[in-house]
């Protein structure tokens, strides 16, 4: 990892394209801590893409299916994806008993289960937000490893960290979404990982765009 920063850097990797995906990965890996995929790239490329880029960078690679469905289907979406992936992403809205069901399997394979509490684009403010702290206590008790909050809305990230207390913080908006770095590196801590996507990826530069975000984390 370049240097030593108090908050870590996960890019994520939405382009849909596999030879695109893996340059990238290879060429910022010295400057980011994971890598976030979704089902742009997988879908586009398959699972196996995840184990690719796992070879080519020697980071964890995290699933952002934000898997939301009735607890027999997540999982089977859990037990397929964690056979490559670190870890996944699941929504929490629809209920304990979804979300458990992805962590039983996690806990099987040694993985990692990051649950969103609230989300960082504006139709997030409509409903979600709504029952974000009711999520965030959800999380808490049921122990995920980690959880989603924004970069976009600083006040609302502290006050949902504070409230899921024991699990570290995923935070999307950074960058091309507006968040403010800054704001952000006020709230988290050295567990934690700011979300960075388009601002690199999209970058002529993926490295340097990489390298400038990890200089100022």
Request: proline letters at 3%; hydrophobic letters at 40%.
């Amino acid at each position: 990892m370049y240097g030593e920063s108090l908050v870590k850097l996960m890019l994520a990797l939405d382009v849909m394209d596999e030879k695109k995906a893996v340059l990238i990965a290879k060429e910022t890996s010295e400057y980011v801590d994971s890598i976030k995929i979704g089902y742009p790239l997988v879908l586009a490329t398959g699972l196996n893409i995840i184990d690719k880029i796992k070879e080519s960078t020697n980071k964890e690679v995290i699933c952002d299916f934000k898997v939301a469905d009735i607890p027999s289907t997540n999982e089977k979406i859990a037990e397929l994806t964690l056979n490559h992936a670190d870890g996944i992403i699941c929504q929490g809205f629809v209920g304990s008993d979804s979300v458990s069901a992805i962590l039983n399997v996690a806990k099987e394979k040694n993985k990692k289960v990051i649950m969103v509490t609230e989300m960082s684009h504006p139709g997030a403010t409509e409903y979600l937000q709504n029952v974000a702290e009711d999520m965030a206590k959800m999380a808490d008790r049921l122990k995920v490893d980690g959880i989603v909050a924004p970069s976009t809305r600083p006040e609302r990230l502290k006050e949902i960290k504070s409230i899921a207390k024991d699990a570290f913080v995923i935070s999307p908006g950074v960058g091309a979404q507006g968040g403010n770095l800054s704001d952000v590196l006020n709230v988290l801590n050295e567990n934690d990982y700011v979300i960075i996507g388009r601002a690199i990826y999209e970058n002529e530069n993926p490295k340097n765009a990489a390298k400038q975000y990890k200089l100022q984390m």
